[in-house]
């Protein structure tokens, strides 16, 4: 069955702290991968978008997330995260359903930056 | 703001009724999906409407239904509401139905069933 795991599921650092969040997906096809983030009572807005390419991809907001196939993983970092970091992030994965697409959420990593 | 407009923002009601959810998508945008954001069982898929036509469904209960409209716009409408239709809705919406193009979402409709 199609899924996306997120390893952590809550995650405190401090200001000035690298963060890196983990995210494996189970899909036997070509995946188009995504993160998400929440801020707190507001929707979901687009970090980055994996489609094809270079395995790196560079977000908004000085986020990154890595692509390794071999893996079937898509890492998310910051290596200096901030106060405003605080959120809720998802990764998901652009999955065939029926003659269209979902996407198939993680549960969620829910990250407090600490001043 | 991601162009998606979801009204209401809040909607409290009571077991047993029915309520429509709106949903217009960023302006040329052909799809619009829906989800479910609760607690316990996080973001599930819902639908999703491509150019007036269904083209994906998820985890949806045969009490809940939609459409997309010629203007683009779509109705979630959820009846006989149970306690555990509590939940966050979710609309969004992408230029194409053929998962190359990110969805952006909506605020949001929080749905309370007392």
């Known amino acids: 069955a199609q899924s996306v795991s997120q390893h952590n599921h809550h995650v405190i650092l401090s200001e000035a702290a690298s963060l890196e969040l983990g995210c494996n997906y189970s899909y036997g096809g070509t995946v188009n991968l995504f993160w998400y983030v929440q801020y707190p009572g507001q929707h979901l807005q687009l970090l980055l978008k994996y489609f094809s390419g270079d395995p790196l991809v560079k977000g908004i907001k000085g986020f990154e997330a890595e692509f390794i196939k071999s893996k079937f993983s898509f890492n998310l970092r910051k290596p200096s995260v901030q106060w405003s970091d605080t959120a809720e992030y998802f990764c998901a994965v652009n999955a065939v359903k029926n003659s269209g697409y979902a996407l198939n959420f993680g549960k969620g990593t829910s990250l407090l930056v600490t001043p | 703001d991601s162009g998606v407009t979801q009204t209401p923002k809040h909607l409290i009601t009571a077991t047993g009724q029915r309520v429509t959810l709106r949903c217009s998508p960023r302006s040329g945008d052909l799809s619009v999906y829906w989800y479910q954001q609760s607690l316990d069982q996080g973001l599930q898929f819902l639908i999703q409407y491509y150019n007036g036509e269904e083209r994906a469904k998820g985890n949806i209960l045969e009490r809940f239904s939609a459409q997309q409209f010629p203007d683009l716009h779509s109705e979630l409408n959820l009846s006989s509401l149970e306690l555990g239709d509590s939940a966050l809705y979710f609309c969004?919406?992408?230029?194409?139905?053929?998962?190359?193009?990110?969805?952006?979402f909506g605020d949001g409709t929080r749905l309370s069933i007392l």
């Open positions: 969004a919406s992408s230029l194409t139905g053929d998962g190359n193009q990110p969805q952006h």
